[in-house]
Each structure stands twice: as C-alpha cells, then as structure tokens.
Nanobody, 115 residues
C-alpha cells in the first residue's frame, strides 16, 4: 500500500498561482500513472491531470495550458503547478496512486480562489 499526503493548498486571488505537492510513503517508480483530481462542493470528483512513470502527461481540457503536473521518482513526489487560477478552480484537490489494483487517495488539500 501507499500513503499519500498533499500540501500547498490555500486561498489565492483570481489570476494567481499555487503549487500543490503530493508526498508518497513509498517508492513511486513502479506506479504507472499518478494523478491529481479535485472535488468541488456538490460536484463529483473529476480528473485534473495524470503523469506516467516515463513522464507522459494528460490534462482535463479546462486545465490545459494553466496547470502542469510533474513527478520526481527519486523524491517520491508528484506536484501540480497551477496558474491563472479561476474561482471555478475552487475545490479540494486529491492525489491518486493506483497500486496493485487499488486506487489510493490522500486526504486532500483545499484550494480556494476568491477575492
């Protein structure tokens, strides 16, 4: 199993930037695709971005060009750089790691975009 801990959330004004980080309790080298998801109040959890262990990335359409996912297999971290943030980006952001058929989630970190 793997434990995931997200950090970096907070309150930011529209147009601002935040960098989220996900730290894994074990090596992520063999975890094929790690990802970030988000869940806004009253809405279903949705994909933000994923990254494979060879660096291939995939983004939800609304995040393309604004968000950048990266991973450091040596440090066992997956980061999400968010820029040009909008109020509709307000949500709890979760890190995800599929491992041996189980999808592991962190506890989430709140991102609030507001004046």
């Amino acid at each position: 199993q793997v434990r995931l801990v997200e950090s970096g959330g907070g309150l930011v004004q529209p147009g601002g930037s935040l960098r989220l980080s996900c730290a894994a309790s074990r090596s992520i080298f063999r975890i094929a695709a790690m990802g970030w998801y988000r869940q806004a109040p009253g809405k279903q959890r949705e994909l933000v971005a994923t990254i494979t262990n060879n660096g291939s990335t995939n983004y939800a359409d609304s995040m393309k060009g604004r968000f950048t996912i990266s991973r450091d297999n040596a440090e066992n971290t997956v980061d999400l750089q968010m820029s040009s943030l909008k109020p509709e980006d307000t949500a709890v952001y979760y890190c995800n790691a599929p491992l041996y058929g189980v999808r592991y989630w962190g506890q989430g970190t709140q991102v609030t975009v507001s004046t």
